[in-house]
């Protein structure tokens, strides 16, 4: 992200909210089979916060690296990136794409390729390859591209 949720963004917002239920769960299961039910929600409590903190860090990063972009290819209203979902509508811009693309974000698989698309067309507006933006789909690299993006000369 976004939005973003932008592709980063979103990745990380699913993996809190999975490392919550999967805790939980566990939490309940161990406050059930001991009497250390309240060491086991502490523990949860813990693990929760570690993942927001990781979670807010993230989106933190992304938001400044869009706007940092949107920002070096002067792009109107950069400060949008700092918006959950607004953000979308920023990153279209800095990639010159129609603003009815983010419909299609909306759809399920079909917003993956779109958020390489739209990614790819940032990278070129940084004069940059264009397959950076296809890098976004691999996992620990997809958080260097827009710090990339954003900060390099």
């Not at 060491?39 to 807010?56: E, K, M, P, R």
């Amino acid at each position: 992200m976004k939005i973003r949720f932008n592709l980063l963004s979103r990745l990380g917002l699913s993996a809190a909210f999975v490392v919550v239920l999967i805790l939980s769960s566990a939490g309940m299961a161990l406050a059930q089979s001991s009497d250390d039910g309240v060491a086991a929600t502490a523990f949860s409590g813990v693990v929760l916060l570690f993942a927001l903190v990781i979670g807010f860090a993230a989106y933190l990063y992304i938001a400044l690296a869009l706007q940092t972009i949107a920002t070096k290819t002067g792009t109107a209203n950069a400060w949008l990136a700092w918006i959950p979902i607004v953000n979308i509508f920023l990153m279209l811009a800095v990639a010159k794409k129609p603003g009815w693309w983010f419909l299609l974000f909306l759809v399920p698989l079909v917003n993956i390729i779109m958020s390489i698309i739209v990614w790819m067309a940032i990278a070129e507006a940084r004069r940059k390859p264009n397959w950076w933006g296809i890098l976004t789909i691999v996992p620990v690299v997809n958080i260097v591209v827009p710090g990339y993006l954003a900060w390099s000369d």
